[in-house]
């Protein structure tokens, strides 16, 4: 069964911390694996998106890696700021039938406080 | 902004009623996907379209239905409204089908 999973469920940090969010996922055929930020309320937004070859790959204080055979990923969170508060959501796809299906994990709640 | 558009952003609906529900596109785009997201939950996919024509379907039930139009905009149409349909409905615009998709701000349905 195709899933992702994602922990921890939710996490509060004090503003300026690091923090490193995870992603399994049982999805196959793997296409490409995108972790999106999501305030609440509103649409998803995305942070990075990587294929099978790529192991890292950052955008700004966000590094997301790739590990293609343990279908394992992470998104690190550097110097965290308080408008990183959001739900964080790992997204995978698999090509079927000539077009991408896209599984969302449950996603990880972060609140950065003072 | 990712230039995807969805209206109305809030909608208060009574069981047992149709709603229909608009997204444009980022220009460009031909491909449009519609999730729903359930309070506290991920999105979960409803269908797609592909250059007019339904190109997948999650598990809906057909009171679950969409158009797209020949300017790529989209719109969900969801019949017999039930208490369950609550969620925030959202709307993804992607230039072809394997590419990264931009979502809108979403809808958020209540169905009372």
């Known amino acids: 069964k195709n899933q992702v999973e994602q922990s921890p469920q939710s996490l509060i940090i004090l503003e300026g911390k690091n923090c490193t969010l995870q992603?399994?996922?049982?999805?196959?055929?793997?296409?490409?694996l995108r972790w999106y930020k999501q305030d609440t309320g509103r649409g998803p937004v995305s942070l990075t998106i990587m294929t099978f070859s790529e192991n890292t790959k950052s955008n700004g204080r966000y590094t997301a890696t790739l590990d293609a055979d343990t279908k394992q990923s992470s998104l690190h969170i550097t110097a965290s700021q308080l408008s990183d508060s959001a739900s964080y959501i790992c997204v995978v796809s698999r090509n079927s039938g000539g077009y991408q299906k896209v599984t969302f994990g449950t996603g990880t709640k972060l609140q950065v406080i003072p | 902004e990712t230039g995807v558009t969805q209206s109305p952003t809030h909608l208060i609906k009574t069981r047992g009623q149709q709603v229909t529900l608009r997204c444009s596109s980022q220009s460009g785009h031909n491909t449009v996907s519609w999730y729903q997201q359930a309070l506290g939950q991920g999105p979960q996919f409803i269908f797609q379209?592909?250059?007019?024509?339904?190109?997948g379907r999650g598990n809906f039930p057909p009171r679950f239905s969409g158009l797209q139009f020949p300017n790529y905009s989209s719109e969900l149409n969801v019949n017999a409204l039930e208490l369950d349909d609550s969620a925030l409905y959202l709307c993804?615009?992607?230039?072809?089908?394997?590419?990264?998709?931009?979502f809108g701000q979403g809808t958020r349905l209540t169905v009372v």
């Open positions: 379209y592909y250059r007019e024509e339904e190109n």
């Open positions: 993804a615009s992607s230039s072809q089908v394997v590419t990264e998709a931009f």
């Open positions: 992603c399994n996922y049982t999805v196959s055929p793997f296409s490409n």
